[in-house]
């Protein structure tokens, strides 16, 4: 269900929904760490997130953990702010993460 949401969100609110979906663990330059509890338990969902990771070519590479719900996301940061969606969406998760 969140996977569909998210598609019919215009691109600008898109990581906005994201980022208030997760607990976000850490975001340090260069890597970003989430924890979604739905990807414990939704093989769907996780086979989304990977489509939607590969997409993103500022994003070097990314491990989904379903035991743990975990999302390590690692993305070159010389370049994430060329893509207007990681940019909005790793300023979002700091923000998050400093509270």
Not at 1 to 20: D, Q, T
Not at 31 to 55: F, G, N, T
Not at 75 to 87: H, I, P, T, V
């Amino acid at each position: 269900m969140a996977g569909l949401i998210a598609r019919l969100l215009p691109e600008k609110g898109k990581a906005r929904y994201l980022v208030n979906q997760v607990e976000v663990a850490s975001c340090i330059e260069g890597r970003l760490r989430v924890i979604y509890d739905d990807l414990k338990h939704d093989e769907q969902l996780r086979s989304q997130v990977e489509q939607e990771l590969s997409a993103i070519k500022e994003i070097q590479s990314f491990t989904i953990n379903p035991v743990t719900g975990s999302v390590l996301i690692n993305y070159d940061a010389a370049r994430a702010a060329q893509n207007s969606f990681l940019k909005e969406l790793l300023i979002l998760a700091a923000r998050k993460a400093k509270r």
